[in-house]
């Protein structure tokens, strides 16, 4: 792959410490960065009520990284499932994308509320979230994910 990615901002405020469940709630601040984008980069993306915010788990070790299953929140009563029908931050690439409320826009400072990102957490790109982009038709899960995410939000 020729393409480098790098940041082009970062989370400041919310949760110091990486907890598992209840953050819709958590306000934050995604602060872009001038250096990377053009002052205009966000104009009016308030016009959006959310985001989708793609970042890397930077506080994962890379010797943490699972590449093949285990049981998610090392709970004995789920089973063991692979990482890539997970959500979990120990990811081989270390990637995470959350859809989040957009509560503001100032220039490149963007206020949101339900990031289940930490202070100091790398921002790779910001997209707007259009309803087009949700699941056409039905969406079925297992029973193991919906008992995880029960408190998540």
Not at 9 to 27: C, M
Not at 31 to 53: C, K, N, T, W, Y
Not at 113 to 128: F, Y
């Amino acid at each position: 792959m020729g393409a480098g990615i790098e940041p082009i901002g970062v989370v400041e405020g919310g949760r110091t410490e990486v907890v598992d469940d209840e953050w819709g709630d958590v306000e934050a601040t995604i602060v872009l960065d001038g250096s990377v984008l053009e002052p205009d980069a966000a104009q009016r993306l308030e016009e959006f009520s959310h985001i989708e915010v793609v970042y890397l788990f930077h506080l994962v070790e890379a010797g943490a990284v699972v590449r093949g299953a285990r049981r998610p929140r090392g709970n004995p009563e789920w089973p063991e499932v692979g990482i890539l029908a997970q959500r979990a931050k120990a990811r081989p690439n270390r990637i995470g994308v959350s859809r989040c409320e957009l509560v503001g826009v100032d220039g490149l400072t963007l206020r949101v509320r339900g990031l289940d990102a930490v202070d100091g957490t790398p921002v790779l790109d910001v997209k707007p979230y259009m309803v087009e982009f949700a699941p056409r038709g039905p969406v079925v899960q297992p029973e193991w994910a919906s008992d995880l995410m029960r408190n998540y939000w």
